[in-house]
């Protein structure tokens, strides 16, 4: 499925300056309750390619482009709306089983990898599994450490509103936490 097929507004972002024009715009209305960034790796991938060409030296580019991201998602958090980010998952894998051993969200260079710049209420990892052994495969959030302590997974749920396994439909996922915050 695509976004084109919906009318969810979707604003393209290709550059540093177009995402200033959308932070403007974000900050002068309140047509949105939710947000949806996707996906931040893309996102540091292009403040990067920006810093590179600035940087006759191409490793101070990646400090520069660590910085210059964790002040965007700044700037998205002081807007006080609800913001969803999307990031590609990489993860490792244990070279004698042959399975996955950690997922984290992708992000170019080390340093912005390891130290993610994002003050948030939840982190989820997409995995495609059966909940139970038979079942068929699903696409599903983790939320939980526990569901599965084979994989150190980047995942938190600090107010226990979700199941360790959730269905990976972003629309029920919202709605759930908003009735569970209601309560």
Known sequence: RSLSDTEIPVLP???????RAV??????????Q?????????????V??????????GRLAYGAM????????????????NTLWIARQDCDIDSQSGQITRRYPSMPGKL???????AHDFDFVLSLTAKRRGEKTARLF???KAADPSVDAKVRDPRGLLDPWEPADFSKLLAKVASEEEK
């Not at 972002?13 to 995402?19: K, M, T």
């Not at 912005?112 to 994002?118: F, G, H, N, S, V």
């Open 13 to 19: 972002i290709r550059s540093v300056a177009d995402l």
């Open 23 to 32: 932070l403007v715009e974000l900050r002068e209305s309140d047509r949105f």
């Open 34 to 46: 939710w947000i949806v960034v996707d996906s931040l790796s893309e996102l540091a991938s292009i």
């Open 48 to 57: 990067l390619r920006e810093e590179i060409e600035a940087n006759k030296d």
């Open 66 to 81: 660590a910085s210059r991201v964790r002040t965007i998602v700044a700037g998205f958090l002081a807007l006080g709306r």
């Open 112 to 118: 912005l990898a390891l130290r993610q710049p994002i």
């Open 142 to 144: 983790q939320t939980d």
